[in-house]
């Protein structure tokens, strides 16, 4: 089975990220990968790692169905030297790793004075929208943002997956947590060039890893700034150009690549156009990414906001089997269009709006 063709790497962020670890793999030989049925022909559940086994059989490992162990033994091999990338099958499965990521990953470099570093890389698939149910489509990285000393990652098709992969693997001393949206994976990359995507005006900031920043005014003035991550990039995008052009309604489109930890310097460019926040994620409401950000944003930048901010989010419920009732829970390009109508007619009362 080999690596997935030259148009599939260019054209989708699947295709990125094979063509970033086809990549890595050939270019060091201290990168391993580990996880459960990774080995070709099958090449892993949502076929990032398709070809990867063929190419380099000693350092691709399958591994039992034993979250816990297989990541324990990758904070092991990263602390000898190695740089493993741990694959976790779903999301929803990470809370099987959580004690080896928040007890043992996280704290290490810390307990033994800097004595020792853990670059480990903690790949998967996270989100809703493809019918899989209660336990395979949940978003639980708002749960893991708030570890010390765990850098957490989600690419967009607005970024290039593939670099933010090689960046975390090759250049980070830190265990990272890399979150793919799963219904991201076919969709084409929205590459910028001459500092535009289609009809927006583009900014990327020089971070390690990078946030863009998408205008339909060429940065000169904004009504709101809508902040969004991974798989909602898209979604922030189709409501912001429906909102100009049913409405005139200008929106700048924030798109970090770090959750954690979180720049707001982008954020507070952004606000200081245009003085309102909607910020959207696809996980459910309490404790979550987004009321980190608006509460950065009250504590750090209050004197930029016109209006409270509003946040939309899934509903406070397991996620349904039958794709309607997927629907109703999670948020959709309509509640954006909501929020944002609401944010523009809001100055007193915080929202929350749920899909």
Known sequence: MSRLDESERELNVLGSLNGALHSILGDDDRVVVLGEDLLDPYGGAFKVTRGL????????????????GFTGVAVGMAMRGLRPVVEIMFGDFLMLAADQLLNHASKYTWMYEGKVDVPLVV??????????????????????????????????VFHDPGALLRTAVVDDD??????????????????????????????????RYPTVTLSYDDFRDADVTLVAYGGMAELAARAAERLLLDDEVVCEIVLPSSLNPLDLTPVRQSLARSGRLVVCEEAAPIASWGSEMIARVSAEAFDLLE?????????????????????????????????VTRAIGSHTTPVHLAG
Do not use: C, W
């Open 174 to 207: 830190r265990p990272v947590l890399f979150v793919e949206n799963k219904l991201m994976y076919a969709r084409p990359l929205r590459r910028i060039q001459g500092g535009r995507v289609g009809d927006m005006a583009a900014r990327v900031d020089d971070a």
């Open 307 to 339: 209006a409270a901010p509003v946040k939309v989010a899934a509903r406070n419920l397991p996620i349904a089997n039958t794709r309607d009732l997927e629907r109703a829970i999670l948020p959709q390009e309509s509640d954006i269009v909501a929020a």
């Open 53 to 68: 086994s063929d190419a380099y059989p000693d350092r691709v490992l399958t591994t039992p169905i034993s979250e816990a």
């Open 123 to 156: 790949r998967t698939p996270m989100g809703g929208r493809r019918g899989y149910g209660p336990t395979h489509s949940q978003s639980i990285e708002k749960h893991f943002i708030g570890m010390p000393g765990l850098v957490v990652v989600a690419p967009s």
